[in-house]
C-alpha cells in the first residue's frame, strides 16, 4: 500500500506531515511521490490566503480522475483547516481530520494497531508533537516547540485554525533534537508561530523554560550542528532573546522578523502591538550585538485603506533597514477575522505594483549588501546537487552555488563546506569550494 503527502504551506505543516507519515509508516504504507500510484493521499492544507485554499480544490478535481484507476483510493484532509472549509471538503476527502488527532489515522482507515511513536514524555494537548517524524530531509530537521497563536493579527486565520498557543515540554524538544543530532543532521530549525512567547511550564517549578532559555539549552547540546528559528513576533523580540542569540555560538546570524508594514496606523489596524520605531530600536540593538547578523521580514501590501503614503512608509522602511530577503504577500481577505470587515478596496493591479515596487527596492538594497561579501569567506550546509555546482545555504541563510575546487571534490548533501564567495546577484551568491 502507497501514501502520496500533499503538502502545502509552511514549515509546521511541513513538520505536521512528516509525523502523519510516520503514523501510516506504522500501518505499513509505503511513500510514492507519484500520486496516481497512490492508494492514500494525505493533504496538510494551509488556509492563510484564498489562493492556498483554491489549490486544495484543483487538487479534489484530480481525485475523480486517480480514483477511476484506483477505485479504493481514500484521501485524508489534514492541517490547517478552516470550519467553514471543513463542511466544504468533506465532499471531496474521504476523511477531514484535526491535526492533533492523527493518531485516530488507524481507527478511521479501520485497522487495529497500537502506534509505537513517542519520542518525548508529551502528555495531554501537545501529545501530537511527541509522534516521532519520518523526516524528509537527511540532515535539516524541523523540531515544533509550540503550536498555536494567542495574537489574533486583523487579517491572519492561524489563530483560528491552530487554536491557541501551547508550549511543548522542553525536555521533550531537546530528547528529539540529541536524537537527530547524533543521527548527524546539522541544522535545527525550531518552530512555532509565535516562538517569542514560548513557556514551558510543564516543569512545575516557578522558572518557566523561555524562549532564550530554551536557545540556551539546545545550543548546550554537544555536535556540529546549526541552529535557526521561526516566526518570531516584533512585540516579544526581547533583550534577552538577543543576548541569548548573541552568546549562542550555534544559534546562526539570521533572524526573520516579520514587520507587516512600516505604517503605525496600518501596524494598529493590523492589531500587531508595537510601531515602526520600537522595532526599529529592536533591529538596532540586534545589530549591534550581532552586526553580520542577515535580515528578513514579511509585508502584507494592500491591507484595507492602505493609502499610497502608507505604502510608501513601507518603502521608507525597505531602504532604511536594508533586509536581505523580504516575504511580500498581496493581502487576501480571510472570512472569520477582523480585518475581514474591512473593505477589500486596494485592487489586485495596485497591490501587485505595490510587491513589484518593494521587491525592487529589496533587489536594489540586497545586491548592494552582497557586493561586500566578494572575496570573503563563508560556510554552506550543501543541500542540492545541480550540473557543475552544490546549492546550499551559508549561516546568513543565503542562498549560495558552491563550485568545486577540482574534479576530485568530495562535496556531499549535509555538509558544511567553507567557500570563497566569487560574484553575487540580490539572492543568490556564487562561490568557490576553498
Ligand atoms: N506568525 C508569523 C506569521 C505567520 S503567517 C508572524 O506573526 O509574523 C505567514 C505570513 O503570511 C505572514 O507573515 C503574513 O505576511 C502573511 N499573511 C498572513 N495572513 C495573510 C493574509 N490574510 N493575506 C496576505 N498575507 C497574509
Ligand atoms: Fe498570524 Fe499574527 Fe499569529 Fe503570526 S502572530 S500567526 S500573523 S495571528
Ligand atoms: Fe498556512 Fe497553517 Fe502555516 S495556515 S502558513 S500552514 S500555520
Redesign the pocket.
Known sequence: MKYYLGIYG?QMNISDAERAAAVLEQLNYKRTLNINEADLILVTMCS??QSAVDRIHGLVDKFDVIKKSKPKLKTILTGCVLKRDKKIFVEGFDYVLDIKDIKRIPELLGVKKTLRLRSGQGKNQTDYLDITPKYENKFSANVPIMTG?NNF?S??V?PYVREREISRPAKDIILEIKKLVKGGYKEIWLLG??VNSYKDTSTGSEQANTFPKLLKMVNNIPGNFWIRFT?S?PKDFSEELIEAMAICEKVKPYLNL?I?SGDDKVIKAMNRHYTVESYKNKIKKLRKKIPDIALST???VGFPGETKTQFNNTVKLFRDIKYDLG?I????P?AGTTAAKLKDNISTEEKKRREKVLTDVLKQTALEKNKKLIDTETTVLINEPKNDFWLGKDQHYRTIKVYPKSPSSKIKIGQFIKSKIIAVTPFTLSAEEM
Open positions: 509552511c492563510i490566503r497563536c493579527c487579517y491572519c492561524v508561530q509565535n516566526s513576533h516579520p507587516q514579511d509585508i502584507i516575504y504577500s498581496k493581502y487576501s480571510r
